[in-house]
T-cell receptor, first 114, second 110 residues
Framework: GAGVSQSPSNKVTEKGKDVELRCDPISGHTALYWYRQSLGQGLEFLIYFQGNSAPDKSGLPSDRFSAERTGGSVSTLTIQRTQQEDSAVYLC????????????FGPGTRLLVL | EDQVTQSPEALRLQEGESSSLNCSYTVSGLRGLFWYRQDPGKGPEFLFTLYSAGEEKEKERLKATLTKKESFLHITAPKPEDSATYLCAVPNQAGTALIFGKGTTLSVSS
């Protein structure tokens, strides 16, 4: 079956511009996660969606970051007024339930802020 | 604070030279320990989940084991295609994310 897909695969933007990253989870998975992976760093949790529950936004690094999930499926991560330190790989994952269930990752979006 | 620490950061092996990767964790009430493989430019690929001390799981040349404080990923007679970064992770207390270690980058040369 189809795995988690993300678009775009690469994004180059100028400092100060807004960017939108998209994630299509595995069909039937109710939980969706966003992580960030910076060079030399581990995966850093950003946000978690589960069904119709309020998302866990505790990992978002600043109010320039936001995410939504429409219809319990596709999710968009938006970064406003991008900064150079936002350059990283943004990974999306999905699972059947909480983080105790196996998460399956997409290929990531590589964001470069010039 | 829940933490996951992996060692070594990097490991170079000759083809056929067996070794082990370590993942130590500090969590209150382990609800699973996950191993992933990540190739350059790709997302992490799921390998194993371990839930209780003494549990072992195998896949080809890989075997994962779990104790109350750490997990090991044993690689037997590795091949160059086993070269990758291996990540371990545990669920956070809220059940909303995985806490990842920084990974071990394995290079196997022929």
């Amino acid at each position: 079956g189809a795995g988690v897909s993300q678009s775009p695969s690469n994004k180059v933007t100028e400092k100060g511009k807004d960017v939108e990253l998209r994630c299509d989870p595995i069909s039937g998975h109710t939980a969706l996660y966003w992580y960030r992976q910076s060079l030399g760093q581990g995966l850093e949790f950003l946000i978690y969606f589960q069904g119709n529950s309020a998302p866990d936004k505790s990992g978002l690094p600043s109010d320039r970051f936001s995410a939504e999930r429409t219809g319990g499926s596709v999710s968009t991560l938006t970064i406003q007024r991008t900064q150079q330190e936002d350059s990283a790989v943004y990974l999306c994952a999905s699972s059947f339930g909480t983080s105790e269930e196996t998460q399956y990752f997409g290929p990531g979006t590589r964001l470069l802020v010039l | 604070e829940d933490q996951v620490t992996q060692s070594p950061e990097a490991l170079r092996l000759q083809e056929g030279e067996s070794s082990s990767l370590n993942c130590s964790y500090t969590v209150s009430g382990l609800r699973g320990l996950f191993w992933y493989r990540q190739d350059p430019g790709k997302g992490p690929e799921f390998l194993f989940t371990l839930y209780s001390a003494g549990e072992e799981k195998e896949k080809e040349r890989l075997k994962a084991t779990l104790t109350k404080k750490e997990s090991f990923l044993h690689i037997t007679a590795p091949k160059p295609e086993d070269s990758a970064t291996y990540l371990c992770a545990v669920p956070n207390q809220a059940g909303t994310a995985l806490i990842f270690g920084k990974g071990t980058t394995l290079s196997v040369s022929s």
